[in-house]
T-cell receptor, first 109, second 115 residues
Framework: KQEVTQIPAALSVPEGENLVLNCSFT??????LQWFRQDPGKGLTSLLL?????REQTSGRLNASLDKSSGRSTLYIAASQPGDSATYLC????????FGAGTRLTVKP | EAQVTQNPRYLITVTGKKLTVTCSQN?????MSWYRQDPGLGLRQIYY???????DKGDVPEGYKVSRKEKRNFPLILESPSPNQTSLYFC??????????????FGNGTRLTVT
């Protein structure tokens, strides 16, 4: 059974810092991996999707990488801003979608 | 506007009183799914549907029912709610019926409290 782990559970950084969020999964036989953002009381917003044949995807200040062989993905956020404060979840997809518990990010002005 | 709409947003009920949480999408998506989100456990899938009249159990289906009579609607039914079903519930949909295709579109959630 696929297990998805996100470390750390919470992270607080000053504005302007570059940061990395980690996602690990136990079964490397995945179709793709997706990173989401969740604001308090809201649903999930898709950030980046990495197909299993890809190594990384970029959108603005966000860069997500995927290493299937090691069962790891990272989400890199450059020049963090207070508006980036949210919970970030990764999900791996094979025949269904399995989520990590998320990393709660706080960016302090 | 393309969206997944859940109702209600907040619901407080008592043990044993049947309730339904509605979910509707206007994107002609084949795949729909229900998740519950609990602190420290992330999102766990309750039920999913690949297409009309096709539903399957997810990881935590006990105590829940679903139906998919129309493509756009996928209600979640709690026949006899219990306090351990207090949670934040999300409905989601995606285009393809052959497994999960992305992006997955989420509703804004329903916060359910069972006393």
């Amino acid at each position: 059974k696929q297990e998805v782990t996100q470390i750390p559970a919470a992270l607080s950084v000053p504005e302007g810092e570059n940061l990395v969020l980690n996602c690990s999964f136990t079964d490397s036989a995945i179709y793709n991996l997706q990173w989401f953002r969740q604001d308090p009381g809201k649903g999930l917003t898709s950030l980046l999707l990495i197909q299993s044949s890809q190594r990384e995807q970029t959108s603005g200040r966000l860069n997500a990488s995927l290493d299937k062989s090691s069962g790891r993905s990272t989400l890199y956020i450059a020049a963090s801003q207070p508006g980036d404060s949210a919970t970030y979840l990764c999900a791996v997809i094979l025949n269904d979608m399995r989520f990590g518990a998320g990393t709660r990010l706080t960016v302090k002005p | 506007e393309a969206q997944v709409t859940q109702n209600p947003r907040y619901l407080i009920t008592v043990t044993g009183k049947k309730l339904t949480v509605t979910c509707s999408q206007n994107m002609n998506h084949e795949y729909m799914s229900w998740y519950r989100q609990d602190p420290g456990l992330g999102l766990r899938q309750i039920y999913y549907s690949m297409n009309v009249e096709v539903t399957d159990k997810g990881d935590v289906p006990e105590g829940y029912k679903v139906s998919r009579k129309e493509k756009r609607n996928f209600p979640l039914i709690l026949e006899s709610p219990s306090p351990n079903q207090t949670s934040l519930y999300f409905c989601a949909s995606s285009l393809s019926g052959t497994g999960v295709s992305l992006p997955l579109h989420f509703g804004n959630g329903t916060r359910l409290t069972v006393t």
